[in-house]
């Protein structure tokens, strides 16, 4: 009989791919229309090579709130943010484009994994959204 696993006990990334295609699969999240378009940062030239881009942030997002309880648009931006290309000037760090964030956290409100915290601020992980990633968790355990 094994363990329970929880988001902690796995590996970040393999975690972000397969709970991105649970969200994927399960159809709760809507895609904005300019999501094949957008920049996410201004340190970005490009818009996201990957098509299920959004997915994958929104899996990033859910792992990092569960992590993190209280976390709100603005450190999410920080987060997701990077080195900006200063050209002849040294690289500074530029936050990532908070629309984005904001949609990510509205789309998991909206499919019933995060919701506001009231007393603390920020978001915090529901006790759906938290089944839901502990069974991702255990299921690539389990591999």
């Avoid at 976390?71 to 920080?78: H, M, R, V």
Wanted: hydrophobic share 40%; glycine share 12%.
């Amino acid at each position: 009989m094994s363990k329970a696993a929880t988001v902690k006990d796995v590996n970040g990334q393999k975690f972000v791919v397969e709970y991105a295609n649970f969200l994927k699969k399960g159809g709760k999240i809507e895609l904005p229309a300019w999501v094949d378009i957008v920049k996410t940062s201004v340190h970005k030239e490009l818009q996201p090579f990957n098509k299920d881009w959004f997915y994958i942030r929104c899996a990033a997002v859910a792992r990092n709130i569960y992590l993190r309880p209280g976390t709100g648009a603005g450190a999410l931006n920080g987060k997701f943010g990077g080195r900006k290309n200063g050209g002849y000037a040294p690289y500074h760090h530029a936050d990532a484009t908070g629309q984005v964030q904001r949609k990510v956290l509205q789309q998991l409100e909206k499919a019933g994994v995060l919701v506001k915290d009231t007393k603390k601020g920020g978001r915090r992980v529901t006790s759906v959204g938290q089944k839901e990633m502990d069974l991702v968790a255990k299921k690539i355990r389990a591999l």
